[in-house]
């Protein structure tokens, strides 16, 4: 599976957007690029994903660069509730197998 | 809540011991995942059933073993328990066998070897 790149950590003020970058160089065409977070004490959650095109849902926003190489997860109003380790996972829709290949991912810190 | 049920949420036991971990996906979901997070090692992913069959393996342990039932829950199998094996173990399901739809994951069953 092609690798990712993310910084070990991040830090926020409460209700200001942040931009947590990913790189990953060595993406292929078939790479969707997935974002999961995980909220302490909990199991992972599916955040946003996407091909080529910018994402919005009700949680975040994702902007691909033109080359496929990078992306960042935008979160346009960050809350306490935001604090997690957020994961940037590539995912081959042409393979075999669903599972997920997580990283060391994101830490980010939301301050009041 | 992501639909998916483990239980049981903490377990503690002693070494060269057995514990079974138990899965029920979200209804409709054929596959599920087992996930190990440990401090050191991060999310590790284990092994991948779908529909009873075993899909993908990753970095299981071959004193552990899994299946999937025909009504579609999963147990989790760890034998001869060591003090390394402590740690959160995550099982997510979803609905077909490859990477084209989101894994939701459960809370969780907390592993303490002692």
């Known amino acids: 599976d092609a690798k990712t790149t993310q910084p070990n950590s991040m830090e926020s003020n409460e209700e200001e957007p942040v931009h947590l970058p990913c790189n990953h160089s060595?993406?292929?065409?078939?790479?969707?690029i997935h974002w999961y977070r995980q909220l302490p004490s909990q199991g992972p959650e599916y955040v946003i994903h996407g091909l080529t095109s910018n994402v919005n849902n009700r949680m975040a926003s994702l902007a691909i660069a033109e080359d496929r190489k990078s992306s960042t997860l935008i979160l346009h109003r960050a809350t306490l509730r935001d604090a997690a380790v957020y994961y940037c996972i590539l995912r081959d829709v042409g393979g075999s197998q669903g599972n997920l290949i997580f990283g060391k991912g994101t830490k980010l810190s939301v301050k009041p | 809540d992501s639909g998916v049920t483990q239980t049981p949420k903490h377990l503690i036991t002693a070494t060269g011991q057995r514990v079974t971990l138990r899965c029920s996906p979200r209804s409709g979901d054929l596959s599920v995942y087992w996930y190990q997070q440990s401090l050191d090692q991060g999310l590790q992913f284990l092994i991948q059933y779908y529909n009873g069959e075993e899909r993908a393996k990753g970095n299981i342990l071959e004193r552990f073993s899994a299946q999937q039932f025909p009504d579609l829950h999963s147990e989790l199998n760890l034998s001869s328990l060591e003090l390394g094996d402590s740690a959160l173990y995550f099982c997510?399901?979803?609905?077909?066998?490859?990477?084209?739809?989101?894994?939701?994951f459960g809370e969780g069953s907390r592993l303490t070897v002692l």
């Open positions: 060595t993406i292929s065409g078939t790479d969707y």
């Open positions: 997510a399901s979803s609905e077909g066998p490859r990477a084209t739809g989101e894994l939701f």
